[in-house]
């Protein structure tokens, strides 16, 4: 069965303390990686698309990096802006459905 | 542009009540998701459609579950009878496939469904 884990499940980093997240998978025929930010009492919101190891992505302070077993979403000098839950989804050959993992809670104090 | 819009954000009801969850996608988008959310399970997978027409429904937990898309603009999910454990948020999502690949899911905000 097509697994997506995520840890930590909890981070707390002073602003400027820079850190990873991960997200591991074990997949068949991985067609695809997203990462997602969630804020509070919204939807999950579109981050980045990694297809291949070795593919990586930035977007202002986040840097979203891919091998062959998982994926890593750095984070520079974080903000406390940055706070949010960041959620791991893959998508398979089997399937055109994202599997979406548990989330890391992500919480920058000023 | 509008996003995904879900109505009604919150909803309180009593165990046993009927409660509709309502969602208009992205325009021009052909496959339509609903999901669950819980502390205990994170993000679940309920239905999704394509093309106004349901793919795959083994996420649906039980029969009490039903989820219809009648257009290519709205799609509604219905719990009848509803039950305490059925409390959560759902969120509806919206995606246009690119080859072969479904692409980003554009999210509502949600739904927050409480049962007392």
């Known amino acids: 069965e097509d697994q997506v884990t995520q840890s930590p499940e909890a981070l707390r980093l002073q602003e400027g303390e820079s850190s990873s997240l991960n997200c591991s998978y074990t997949v068949s025929g991985l067609r695809g990686l997203f990462w997602y930010r969630q804020d509070p009492g919204k939807g999950p919101e579109f981050l980045f698309t990694?297809?291949?190891a070795g593919e990586e992505k930035e977007k202002e302070r986040l840097k979203a990096t891919l091998t062959k077993k998982e994926s890593f979403l750095h984070i520079t000098a974080p903000k406390p802006e940055d706070s949010a839950t960041y959620l791991c989804a893959v998508q398979t050959g089997g399937s055109y459905i994202p599997t979406f993992g548990r989330g890391t809670s992500l919480i920058v104090h000023p | 542009d509008a996003g995904v819009i879900q109505s009604p954000r919150h909803e309180v009801t009593e165990m046993g009540q009927e409660v509709t969850l309502r969602c208009k996608p992205i325009?021009?988008?052909?496959?339509l998701f609903w999901y669950r959310q819980t502390m205990m399970r994170g993000l679940e997978l309920l239905i999704y459609?394509?093309?106004?027409?349901?793919?795959?429904d083994s996420g649906m937990p039980e029969d009490r579950f039903s989820a219809k898309m009648p257009n290519a603009s709205f799609s509604t999910l219905k719990i009848q009878p509803s039950e305490p454990r059925d409390s959560a948020v759902y969120f509806c999502a919206s995606s246009k496939r690119t080859g072969s690949n479904t692409g980003e899911l554009f999210f509502g905000e949600g739904s927050r469904l409480t049962v007392l």
């Open positions: 459609f394509n093309n106004n027409v349901p793919i795959d």
């Open positions: 990694l297809y291949s």
């Open positions: 325009s021009g988008h052909d496959y």
